[in-house]
Each structure stands twice: as C-alpha cells, then as structure tokens.
C-alpha cells in the first residue's frame, strides 16, 4: 500500500507541478504582452506628440510667413502713399511755378495765387485717393483762376 500511496503522491506532485509551469508560463507569457501592449502605448504617444509638434511647427511657419507678407503689403502701401503724395507735391509744385511765372496773367496775380494755392491744398489733402482734382476728361482743362493754364 505504501507504494500505492508514493504512486499517488507522485502523480500529484507531478499534476501540481505540471500546473504551476502552466501557470508560470502563463503568467511569463501575460508578463510579455502586458509590457509589450505598454510599450505599444508609449511609442503611439511619442508618434501623436512628434505629429502634433510637427503640425505645431508647420502652423507657426505659416503665420511667420503670412505676418512677413502683411508687413511687406504694408510697408508697400505706405511706400506707395508717400510716392502718390510726392508725385502730387511735383504736380502741384509745377502747376504753382505755372500760375506764377505766366507771363499773360490777367487778374491779380495775389488772388490767383490764393485760389491756386486752396485748389492744391484741397487736391492734395481732402482728394489725395479720389483724384478729383484731376480733370475728367481728356479735353477738359483745369482752371484755378481765370488765366488758361498751358497755352
């Protein structure tokens, strides 16, 4: 009966030992899963970090560029703004030697500098983007005052 009985202990001993590498190499196996599916999320988070950086980085260099753009535009139109004004400034400086050198003025040459010198200021301050200073059509003449201007 002894040997019976070893029998026994011996087909337990090897049924739980049998269990415990089952469970051994079950839990070594959940282990490497487990480290494996945590390392899987580390890299997705690392990717959507260096995307979302990328895609930072991509919309600051859109908007650096856009505000270099704007200032350029701007810096054009007050370039432009100054070069209108002094065009006007020479045109009006031509049109006043013009009223003040012509040698047929038949009105007072005072009164006809005062009206030049208003007609310009208006011109130049009050219809500097409309131009209405300007005559309309191509044979009309600008008057200031009485004398023809040109002729």
Not at 81 to 93: G, I, M
Not at 119 to 139: C, F, Q, Y
Request: proline content about 3%.
């Amino acid at each position: 009966m002894s040997e019976h009985r070893e029998n026994r202990l011996a087909e337990r001993m090897a049924i739980l030992q049998a269990e415990q590498q089952l469970l051994r190499r079950a839990w070594s196996m959940w282990h490497r899963q487990a480290a494996a599916h945590r390392q899987e999320r580390e890299r997705q988070a690392a990717a959507r970090a260096h995307y979302q950086q990328g895609q930072l980085r991509k919309a600051f260099w859109v908007w650096r560029e856009r505000a270099r753009g704007l200032r350029t535009e701007r810096m054009g139109r007050v370039r432009a703004t100054q070069l209108h004004s002094a065009r006007l400034l020479h045109w009006a400086w031509s049109k006043w030697k013009e009223v003040r050198c012509h040698p047929s003025v038949a009105c007072d040459r005072w009164s006809c500098a005062v009206a030049m010198t208003r007609s310009m200021t208006d011109g130049l301050l009050g219809s500097m983007v409309t131009r209405s200073h300007l005559p309309r059509e191509r044979g009309q003449q600008m008057r200031m005052c009485p004398l023809p201007i040109g002729r």
